[in-house]
């Protein structure tokens, strides 16, 4: 089984910037790929962006030329830098990892965008 432990949210003033990371413990497991999804009151989980550990990426339009994904895959871990938030970035992020132990998602953390 593997675990996910996210940090890095808070509260920002719109056009700021804030840094997310994630790391994932276990034994014995190969990551294939990690990613940020999110989850604004009263709406689905969406994605935001993926990244192989080959590091192909994929991004969701709205967050484009001004999120980040990168991933260490000896620290098995990935992170999600966020630059010009807005106020529609607020949600709770996710971490999601697909590895040869399956799908496994963090707990989830509070990024709010707001004056």
């Known amino acids: 089984q593997v675990q996910l432990v996210e940090s890095g949210g808070g509260l920002v003033q719109p056009g700021g910037s804030l840094r997310l990371s994630c790391a994932a413990s276990?034994?014995?497991?190969?990551?294939?790929?990690m990613g940020w999804y999110r989850q604004a009151p009263g709406k689905q989980r969406e994605l935001v962006a993926t990244i192989t550990r080959g590091r192909i990426t994929n991004y969701a339009d709205s967050v484009k030329g001004r999120f980040t994904i990168s991933i260490d895959n000896a620290k098995k871990s990935v992170y999600l830098q966020m630059n010009n938030l807005k106020p529609e970035d607020t949600a709770v992020y996710y971490c999601n990892v697909a590895s040869s132990r399956g799908v496994a998602w963090g707990q989830g953390t509070q990024v709010t965008v707001s004056s």
């Open positions: 276990g034994s014995m497991f190969v990551i294939y790929a």
